[in-house]
């Protein structure tokens, strides 16, 4: 969680964690993270980036076809 925070600090995703424990793990738990726009109203696939519409990517992190 805390590098998506230092990755993407947008004052509207709001963040969910889940934590499980798999049954082949062991005694290891996993912490799912999931987030969603708050402005837009959907969930966001990649936290890290964000959701592009509150903070649209520079033109050199977009990738043409």
């Known amino acids: ?13 709001h963040f969910r964690a889940a934590v499980s424990r798999p ?6 738990r996993r912490v799912r993270v999931t987030a969603s726009c708050e402005k837009v109203g959907r969930e ?3 936290p890290e980036i964000g959701c592009g519409e509150c903070h649209p990517l520079p033109a ?3 990738v043409k076809d």
């Open 1 to 13: 969680m805390p590098d998506i925070l230092r990755a993407n600090a947008c004052e509207f995703l």
């Open 23 to 28: 049954l082949s793990a062991g005694l290891q």
């Open 44 to 46: 966001v696939a990649e």
């Open 60 to 62: 050199e992190f977009i």
